[in-house]
Nanobody, 114 residues
Framework: QVQPVESGGGLVQAGGSLRVSCVVSGINFNVNNMAWYRQAPGKQRELVAV???????RYADSVKGRFTISRDNGKRTLYLQMNNLRPEDTAVYSCNTASGYLQWGQGTQVTVSS
């Protein structure tokens, strides 16, 4: 089964920045709307950002103006640039299609200290 591979997480202080990446093999990456999700301890997974195959972008209100989603179709890679991070952004970040039909990968842990 196709499983995304996420990387780039880490520990950062509040106000700092991180960029996480996700490589997706085994699907026609170019034609899929892709998304970043996150799951904090004890909470349900939530949708963070979406980028369509045509490059249109949408964001959750909680990250609007701070996070930027992008894609490199040649590298089959999805990115999430996260600026001005807050402790409430602490979560495991995962990528998937916008419909979430791929098997979930392990994700990458992002921890923001206050």
């Amino acid at each position: 089964q196709v499983q995304p591979v996420e990387s780039g997480g880490g520990l950062v202080q509040a106000g700092g920045s991180l960029r996480v990446s996700c490589v997706v093999s085994g699907i026609n990456f170019n034609v899929n709307n892709m998304a970043w999700y996150r799951q904090a301890p004890g909470k349900q997974r939530e949708l963070v950002a979406v980028i369509t195959s045509g490059g249109d972008k949408r964001y959750a209100d909680s990250v609007k103006g701070r996070f930027t989603i992008s894609r490199d179709n040649g590298k089959r890679t999805l990115y999430l640039q996260m600026n001005n991070l807050r402790p409430e952004d602490t979560a495991v970040y995962s990528c998937n299609t916008a419909s979430g039909y791929l098997q979930w990968g392990q994700g990458t842990q992002v921890t923001v200290s206050s």
